[in-house]
């Protein structure tokens, strides 16, 4: 693989059920992030990870977890999934080593989440 | 609290030129990002600023102002490919990106 991998692709889900979506990145960065995408309202962080083994919670958090048991994967689990929650999900990471590269942020390529 | 704002739309014609505009109101600074987002695809990287001035890269090019909480990104001989929407975000003082919503940029033949 090559960056950041994302599965499912898709998924729909009935409420109240556990779904955990995945990512996995082969760029050795320390850093990933989860961000959900709703029209108009853009790129919103569910939870990030600086390094494997610490989490933080970002601007929206509530009914979501995450680990980082390693470098490379970084899942994203809702417990009790709700309607609200249906959004598009990405994965991210970012971690080179000088100037903007440090910063800029590589995106998987998503998880269409509908739960009904 | 912490702001970008961006227009939600936008329509240009091809071969034309269109400037993109972004204000922020962040805690801190350490540099700005714009990404492309085709429909149904991933954010991809387009350019950075740190510094204020003008950094081109072949038809787009990005402007900084940090005393005015202000970029522009420009985009030249507009192509039907450019069609997609336009994210602008900043890097605060805890090195997190504060995203705004994205301009929707159309191109018309």
């Known amino acids: 693989i090559a960056g950041i991998t994302q599965a499912p692709t898709s998924q729909i889900l009935a409420a109240g059920r556990r779904m955990t979506l995945r990512c996995t990145q082969d760029?050795?960065?320390?850093?990933m992030y989860w961000y959900r995408q709703d029209l108009g309202l853009g790129l919103r962080l569910i939870h990030y990870?600086?390094?494997?083994?610490?989490?933080g919670k970002g601007e929206v958090p509530d009914g979501y977890s995450v680990s980082r048991a390693n470098t490379d994967d970084f899942p994203l689990t809702l417990a009790s999934a709700v309607p609200s929650q249906t959004s598009v999900y990405f994965c991210?990471?970012?971690?080179?080593?000088?100037?903007?590269?440090?910063?800029?942020?590589?995106f998987g390529p998503g998880t269409r989440l509908t739960v009904l | 609290g912490q702001n970008i704002d961006q227009p939600t739309e936008m329509t240009a014609t091809e071969g034309a030129i269109v400037q993109i505009n972004c204000t922020y109101q962040?805690?801190?600074?350490?540099?700005l990002f714009w990404y492309q987002q085709h429909a149904g695809e991933a954010p991809t990287f387009l350019s950075y600023?740190?510094l204020d001035g003008l950094e081109e890269k072949g038809r787009f090019s990005s402007f900084l102002s940090r005393s005015k909480g202000y970029s522009y990104l420009l985009l030249k001989e507009l192509q039907m490919k450019d069609s997609a929407s336009y994210l602008c975000?900043?890097?605060?003082?805890?090195?997190?990106?504060?995203w705004g919503a994205g301009t929707k940029l159309i191109i018309k033949p």
């Open positions: 600023n740190v």
């Open positions: 760029m050795r960065h320390n850093a």
């Open positions: 962040t805690s801190g600074f350490n540099g």
């Open positions: 990870s600086n390094t494997a083994g610490t989490t």
């Open positions: 975000a900043v890097l605060d003082s805890n090195y997190q990106l504060i």
């Open positions: 991210a990471s970012s971690g080179g080593t000088s100037g903007r590269e440090v910063n800029e942020q590589f």
